[in-house]
């Protein structure tokens, strides 16, 4: 039994970070731009090409789910509507800014963050019960 919580815990750790980098990447970057050039850079598409991230993260999250059997109920939807809204966005191509195509593009790119957040959430509240005595 010790086994499995060990390997819960670890998952539930790895897939958390996993699926934070791309979030708050752009955040650091930004900072740090704003400290090296004086000018705040923020590449708002850096989330979704760091997807991979995102998706071995929540792999790793659902696995340490389905061990210590809670918090599925939250990271299962963010992983399954965030792959979805970024197949979707991918079939899209090139497209015009301020264009219909352009902001449904938007909507799911939003779409797509807003799900990675949760799943992150999901993560940091199944690593913080893992580690309840």
């Known amino acids: 039994m010790e086994k499995k919580d060990m390997l819960a815990k670890i998952l539930s750790i790895i897939g958390t970070v996993l699926v934070w980098i791309p979030i708050l990447a752009p955040v650091i970057f930004g900072i740090a731009s704003l400290a090296t050039e004086g000018t705040f850079h923020f590449d708002y598409l850096m989330p979704a090409e760091f997807g991979m991230l995102v998706f071995a993260g929540g792999?790793?999250?659902?696995?340490?789910?389905?061990?210590?059997g809670t918090w599925l109920v939250i990271i299962a939807?963010?992983?399954v509507i965030a792959a979805g809204s970024i197949s979707i966005l991918n079939t899209f191509g090139d497209v015009e800014p301020g264009s219909m195509r352009w902001k449904i593009a938007m909507g799911l790119l939003i779409?797509?963050?807003?799900?990675?957040?949760?799943?992150?959430?999901?993560?940091?509240l199944l690593a913080m019960d893992q580690f309840k005595k």
Do not use: D, H
């Not at 792999?59 to 210590?68: P, Y």
């Not at 779409?111 to 940091?124: D, K, M």
């Open 59 to 68: 792999a790793l999250l659902l696995l340490g789910a389905l061990r210590a």
């Open 77 to 79: 939807p963010g992983i």
């Open 111 to 124: 779409t797509y963050l807003l799900a990675t957040v949760v799943t992150g959430v999901g993560g940091v």
